[in-house]
């Protein structure tokens, strides 16, 4: 068997999968439960209850804010508390639906029952359709990125698609949340990439694993075999085995693993090389989207630290406070800890424990002191191994230079804005340089420059 990586860069930092055989717990209900209105990528949602309104769990609580954004669901039954500001995982005060908790009543619309359900059994389950019922449902990418997926299924006239990627590599350091889904929920998963393809209008499916989940590469081969690649199906899923390579999790370099091909610079995406890209959680959600009825409101998410009494797993509603999660692994570790939303490579260092779970919420991850502080920065001693692990071809020693003096045009010529923010280059970074800091502040700013040249245009 062929084992398959993307052609530039990559670092192998310690896996640290703590809770990699942890089986997945439900998360008990939160006391509050707050819900940002911006839990995904473009405008965010816009409210549609007050203050004193009555919810149940599957109730819209949000609508979509513009093409670009997806609704919001209540994940809890019970009171708008209030529609207020609170901190995010950004650690700045943003716009907030705040629930007090009482019971756990479900819309009856809802099928709560564990029957898988079939796609042959749903014969009005045209394209439309599914894409109709996912883009109601708010299902968005749920790897972190959190891109509404209905946007994913329409891709713009000028491409078009001709597979969809299922992205189950989970290269992330400590995360093990979509190991266990794939363990717990593979024939959900399936349907849910069936639903996909289908939407997508193309027959060939790829799953891409990484070798250090061998149970998932052969529980997920056998069900395709069985499903999809048998006589009279007109689909084709290969499971493709990926070697242990971060961040390979990424679409770019995902879609140059599995199929060979290199997406071009921004603006280009994905769909212009033919391929469509999902998570495994997406195809979960998509799953119970389309055949069960089910807002997307609650997601499996790993919370996880060396110093954590008890890591694990959890199925947990969103809006949750972390701090909920934690309790229930233990606690918050003696001493000095970094709070992560996500892993230790691309995770987001949070400044309360009161931030809650949203859609993207992958990992909350506890790094001690020792793990997390950082050694005094040293002048660049110019062995370029920054360069020689960036994924994306670039510069990034020029880059956090470029930004740091506020050469914006000069940042902007060398291709800023393909950075995907991996972290490779400050990982390996001998001289232990903020590269990756000051090469977010550099690619953000050149961002908002094109944007306000882009509308200075119109």
């Known amino acids: 068997m062929k084992i398959k990586t993307f052609s530039m860069g990559g670092i192998h930092p310690a896996e640290n999968k703590l809770t990699h055989e942890v089986a997945t717990k439900v998360a008990a209900l939160p006391k509050q439960a707050i819900f940002p ?9 816009k409210p549609v209850v007050q203050k004193g309104d009555k919810v149940k769990v599957g109730t819209m609580i949000a609508e979509a804010g513009g093409f670009v954004s997806a609704p919001i669901f209540s994940s809890v039954s019970g009171t708008v508390f209030k529609i207020d500001t609170a901190i995010d995982a950004t650690g700045y005060r943003k716009p907030v639906i705040i629930i007090n908790v009482e019971g756990d009543e479900w819309e009856e619309s809802i099928d709560r029952s564990d029957k898988l359900e079939l796609v042959a059994a749903h014969p009005e389950l045209t394209p439309e359709e599914i894409v109709k019922r996912v883009q109601n449902a708010g299902v968005v990418g749920m790897g972190g990125a959190c891109f509404p997926t209905f946007i994913k299924l329409t891709p713009p006239p000028t491409a078009k698609a001709e597979c969809v990627i299922i992205n189950a590599v989970e290269c992330e350091p400590y995360i093990t949340a979509d190991y266990r889904l794939m363990m717990e929920h593979a024939d959900e998963i399936l349907v849910g990439l069936e639903l996909l393809m289908i939407g997508a209008k193309v027959t060939k499916g790829y799953i891409g694993i990484e070798t250090n989940k061998p149970a998932a590469i052969e529980l997920l081969t056998k069900k395709c075999d069985e499903k999809f690649n048998i006589a009279g199906s007109k689909f ?6 990926l070697k242990q390579r971060y961040p390979q999790g990424g679409e770019k370099q995902l879609v140059d693993a599995v199929i060979n091909r290199q997406v071009p610079a921004p603006p280009a995406i994905p769909v212009n090389v033919g391929a469509i890209v999902q998570n495994v959680g997406t195809a979960f ?33 969103m809006g949750t406070p972390m701090k909920d999660l934690i309790d229930a692994c233990g606690g918050m570790p003696e001493g000095d800890n970094k709070l992560l939303a996500g892993g230790p490579m691309m995770g987001k260092a949070l400044t309360s424990v009161e931030v809650p779970i949203c859609k993207g919420t992958n990992s909350v991850t506890i790094i001690s002191d020792d793990e997390a502080r950082r050694k005094d920065a040293q002048p660049c001693i110019r062995c370029a191994k920054c360069v020689g692990v960036c994924p994306m071809g670039l510069e990034p020693y020029l880059l956090a230079k470029l930004s740091e003096v506020k050469n914006w045009e000069r940042a902007e010529s060398e291709d800023i804005t393909s950075c995907i923010e991996c972290g490779s280059c400050q990982y390996t970074c001998p001289a232990y340089r903020p590269l990756l800091d000051n090469i977010r502040l550099g690619k953000s700013t050149v961002m908002g420059i094109i944007r306000a040249r882009a509308a200075a245009k119109k």
């Open 236 to 241: 084709n899923v290969e499971v493709v085995p």
């Open 285 to 317: 959600a998509v799953y119970e989207a389309v055949m069960k009825n089910k807002p997307l409101f609650e997601r499996y998410t790993t919370v996880t630290g060396k110093k954590l009494q008890n890591p694990g797993n959890f199925l947990v509603r």
């Open 37 to 45: 209105l911006g839990q995904h990528i473009g405008a965010p949602a």
